[in-house]
């Protein structure tokens, strides 16, 4: 299964992301690893802008899905690679 499967099947379940985010509006990083994220939707190369990514650092090579997260009450797209997140079942 791939990690936009994964995460389509979990839409409405809890996803841990284990690196802090990188945040392109402030172009920092947030340093709170292990945050924990309400999955909202999947997509597969989301070509609106989004907002954060995971600190993985193959991260522009190998992102190619976009997790659409509840992050402190508001909805993010944020780039995912299967290393950085753990879905919690």
Known sequence: MTLLNK???HVGG?????????WYD???????????????????????????TTRNADITAAATTAAFLLINGQPHW???VEADVEVIE
């Open 7 to 9: 995460l389509q099947a």
């Open 78 to 80: 944020v780039w995912v």
């Open 26 to 52: 402030s172009r920092s990083y947030d340093n709170n690893p292990g945050r924990i994220c309400l999955i909202l939707d999947a997509a597969f190369h989301v070509t609106d802008v989004l907002d954060a």
């Open 14 to 22: 809890i996803l841990r992301l284990k690196p802090p985010l990188y």
